[in-house]
């Protein structure tokens, strides 16, 4: 191993590319046929969409599954059946994606942030207690990077105070709280197949839920306002077209059916790397597991970076450097919302006012996470992560 950093001249630890994404055969080709030879392309008259939706609900452990063309709509389609809207204040989590929040925006209720739980980074329970208002309609926990987040707790007190609670799943296909898969353990539950996703068809997203009034509501909406069995232009109340081309459908089919394997290829490499990364480099702390969370989708593996241990160096120069040693799948995480222009600028001062949040914006300074296409390979791979890690540490220390 080259003892100069490459990003200082040296050669790098690694030259070859992480595992392909995305991973598609003769399924999604045989699929995708058939779709075009049928001339059957849209979900109306398909039935490749349909078929998926029945699955992956009955996956997730769902009745009902609504697809639409992304996670960002999945979201607001969800909360509009909630009968979310202006005037209504929504609590939700600060480090997610912008989708969270703006879905919250785009129906003209105001998104409120409560901290998150810096042993998870999920939504904190406490803190979303104290967030809550009159105006308080709903909750939205955001099962990061797979890891769900306190359902006992969030569940309770979405009861408690008469809320209703939407899962944002986008990333936890999969994955469960206490033996059961996250989606349908709220009254909705959003996940999203856009193309960085576990199982992806480059965009899709779909609802799934238990409560037939809900699913009805989400099929209403994002099928312009009609009903099931109604005339073509009986239109019973204001909605959307969010249907997803059966195109979609035909390759989502074929990526469910390989996310069992996959899903395990993530979890034993991402069990080898929680082992290895530790003994090996100081200052590089990944999330500790919880014995709750019966599944993970492991979408993502997040860690804490100390500069401490690599000489005072930022987290954005020890990035700058792992790219440059041929770690390409790494990034710096969410910046925290609230910190966010484009939310900034829709928030009122006396919304801002209320974002005292410093577990999101420590997150926002020192997390390292590395995507999942690193976790379909061997343990080479990691194995490269780590040395590449190590590597910048000594040069450094």
């Not at 890891?147 to 986008?170: F, G, I």
């Not at 249907?243 to 990526?255: M, T």
């Not at 969410?334 to 999101?360: G, K, N, T």
């Amino acid at each position: 191993m080259s003892t100069q950093l490459a990003i200082d001249g040296g050669a790098p630890v690694r030259t070859t590319p992480f595992h392909p994404w995305p991973v598609f055969g003769e399924a999604e080709e045989r699929n995708l046929l058939e779709v075009l030879h049928s001339g059957k392309w849209g979900v109306l008259t398909g039935t490749k969409v349909t078929d998926f939706e029945q699955k992956f609900s009955a996956y997730q452990g769902a009745k009902f599954g609504i697809c639409v063309p992304n996670g960002t709509l999945a979201l607001e389609m969800a909360l509009r059946a909630m009968g979310i809207g202006p005037g209504d204040e929504v609590i939700t989590t600060p480090y997610t994606f912008i989708a969270t929040a703006s879905s919250i925006l785009l129906t003209g209720a105001t998104p409120v942030f409560a901290d998150i739980d810096p042993s998870s980074y999920n939504l904190a329970p406490a803190q979303v207690e104290g967030a809550l208002s009159e105006k308080t309609r709903a909750i939205i926990p955001v099962h990061l990077g797979g890891r769900p987040a306190d359902m006992d707790a969030l569940l309770a007190l979405a009861k408690k105070h008469n809320l209703r609670l939407l899962e944002d799943a986008c990333q936890a296909w999969g994955s469960e709280w206490r033996g059961r898969r996250v989606g349908a353990l709220g009254d909705l539950g959003a996940f999203s197949f856009q193309a960085s996703k576990n199982i992806t068809a480059g965009e899709g997203g779909i609802v799934v839920t238990n409560d037939p009034d809900l699913a009805e509501k989400c099929w209403s909406i994002h099928n312009v306002g009609r009903l099931r069995g109604g005339a073509w232009y009986q239109h019973e109340m204001v909605g959307l077209n969010l249907r997803l081309p059966d195109w979609e459908g035909a390759v989502l089919l074929a990526q469910l059916e390989r996310l069992p394997q996959q899903a395990a290829t993530r979890e034993a490499n991402t069990r080898y790397l929680q082992q290895v990364l530790p003994a090996e480099v100081r200052g590089l702390t990944p999330l500790a597991d919880d014995a709750r969370v019966t599944a993970n989708s492991r979408h993502l593996f997040i860690m804490r970076y100390s500069p401490q241990a690599f000489g005072g160096r930022s987290r954005d120069e020890f990035l700058r450097a792992m790219v440059a040693e041929g770690i390409t799948p790494i990034s710096n995480g969410y910046i925290p919302l609230h910190q966010s222009p484009a939310i900034r600028r829709a928030l009122s001062a006396e919304a801002l006012d209320r974002c005292e949040l410093p577990a999101a914006e420590q997150a926002g300074l020192d997390t390292v996470w590395i995507n999942q296409t690193a976790f379909l390979g061997s343990h080479s791979d990691l194995d490269s992560i780590v040395e590449a890690a190590r590597k910048i540490q000594m040069t450094w220390a």
